[in-house]
């Protein structure tokens, strides 16, 4: 039976972004919104994650689940799922290190 699914990206490749029009619709740009049985979200999930690269993308469906729903994430990101007793909290992980320099003397 299909259910709802969205599916959010970041600086995916544009490919990616016309695979997904196929089986959902880009509401607004990088926002993606379909019906689709869990095969079909699956396999599209299989191929976000194979294209992702640097940029970063997030899949929420219907689960039986506290909230409704579950998370899925791939790419880089700054918001983490996290698992709290069954919650799904979403930590912001701090910005990159930046390198120190070493001279040498």
Known sequence: MPSMVVIATTAVPDHLRGALTRWTSEVLPGIFVGSVSARVRDELWSA?????????ALLIHPAPTEQG????????????????EGLTLIRMAGPPKAKKLQSEF
């Open 48 to 56: 976000v994650t194979e294209t992702v690269t640097d940029g970063a």
């Open 69 to 84: 729903y579950a998370l899925r994430t791939a790419g880089t990101r700054r918001r983490i799922p996290v698992d709290f």
